[in-house]
Structures are given as C-alpha cells and as structure tokens.
C-alpha cells in the first residue's frame, strides 16, 4: 500500500508569498495532520483535520491555514512567508477509530526555504 | 519547562552495547506514548508504541512510569542501522490528535 504523500518536495519562495503545500493520507485513513520541523528541533503540531473539520489547532499564526478534501487529502496554505518559516512540513494520518492507540504516519515532508 | 524532554545527546554507541534513552513529560493528563526514529533529513517514523505495562518488539524495549512521568527505550545488541534520531512523542486528549515531540536524541553506532 502508498504511505502518505506529499508535493512538492522542496519550493524555495521570497518572503511575502504565499505557499500551498499538499498531502495525500494513506488510503483509508481520514485524519490529517501537520506539522512543523524546523533543524534541531521536533516537529511542531500546526493542524488536525478529521472528516473534513478542523479538530485542532497549534501555536500557530493566522497566516497559516488549511484544509481537508472529500477525498480526505489535505492542503497547509501558508501566507506572507516569513524567513523563520524555513523548515521541513511534515503531513501525518491516522485512522480513526483504530486498534492501535493514535498511531500517526509520516510522508516524506516537504522542505521549504524562504529567502 | 518542555512539555518533553530528552537529552539531546549525542550517544556514541560501539556496535552490539546497549543503550538507554529516557524522556519525561509535564502533562499528567497524556494518555499516549510513542517513540518515532527520524534519520537525517527524513520524516519520523513510528518504531512503536509505549504501553503501561511495556512492551517488547525484537531488540528494543519500551517502559513507561506514569507516576513519575517519564518513558524509556531500551535498544538492545546496538546495530549500525540504528543510528538515527530518537523522539518521544506524548498525546494529550483534548479531543484532536496533536503529537507533542521532544527534540530527540542522536544517536551513532561506532563499527
């Protein structure tokens, strides 16, 4: 089976743009999560999603938002890019309800660089 | 203070020693406890869940003290495959599925 996807790879932007970074979850599962990782530290929870609702929420600017699919894929939008919002933006799923408790997936991230 | 923390390291391992991580957490109300291995420039993977009454999966074991509030890993008969970063990763229910992560621990096995 795909494990999580997630495009592009890499993007390098100018501060001020905007950004749309996308993910696909494993097939089945339809909760969506990302974060972010910037060097050094451990990812950051940014956002749930689940049935096409936001479940949460983390410490995160209103320049950040996102969305989920019917199809359950997901979109982070990031807006006015800022030098600090350089980092490694990680898609998770899950599958809701499950046998194993909350156990979260990773795709490979896309690296972001803002310049 | 961190809601987790581990000790950065890094831990310079020889080849088939054992090693030990520990993490604590802040939040008496986490009721979910993993560690995720993460090599370099990669994403997280999930190497297994920890349960109250530990667990057991190969070479590595896992323990959790709620009443102290802190998790081990153990990995036992160390293998140049295993280095990498380790991640304790708690979850809180507040009705979502945040993972909260610390920084990890590096850890390199020396041949």
């Known amino acids: 089976d795909a494990g999580v996807t997630q495009s592009p790879t890499h993007l390098i932007k100018t501060r001020g743009q905007h950004v749309t970074l996308r993910c696909s979850p494993i097939?089945?599962?339809?909760?969506v999560s990302w974060y972010q990782q910037v060097l050094g530290q451990g990812p950051q929870f940014i956002f749930q999603y689940y049935e096409k609702e936001e479940r949460g929420r983390g410490n995160f600017p209103d320049r950040f938002s996102a969305r989920q699919f019917p199809n359950y894929s997901s979109e982070l939008n990031v807006n006015a890019l800022l030098l600090g919002d350089s980092a490694l933006y990680l898609c998770a799923s899950s599958l809701i309800p499950s046998g194993r408790p909350y156990e979260q997936y990773f795709g490979p991230g896309t690296r972001l660089t803002v310049t | 203070r961190k809601e987790v923390e581990q000790d950065p390291g890094p831990f310079n391992v020889p080849e088939g020693a054992t090693v030990a991580f520990n993490c604590t957490y802040s939040?008496?109300?986490?009721?979910?406890f993993f560690w995720y291995r993460q090599d370099c420039r990669k994403e997280p993977k999930l190497l297994m869940s920890?349960?109250?009454s530990g667990n057991e999966d190969g070479r590595f074991t896992a323990q959790l003290n709620r009443a102290s509030q802190y998790i081990s890993l153990l990995i036992r008969d160390s293998k140049l495959s295993d280095s990498a970063t380790y991640l304790c990763?708690?979850?809180?229910?507040?009705?979502?599925?945040?993972?909260?992560f610390g920084t990890g621990t590096r850890l390199t096995i020396i041949p």
């Open positions: 097939s089945g599962h339809k909760s």
């Open positions: 920890v349960y109250s």
């Open positions: 939040n008496s109300a986490s009721q979910s």
């Open positions: 990763v708690v979850r809180v229910n507040f009705g979502n599925e945040k993972l909260t």
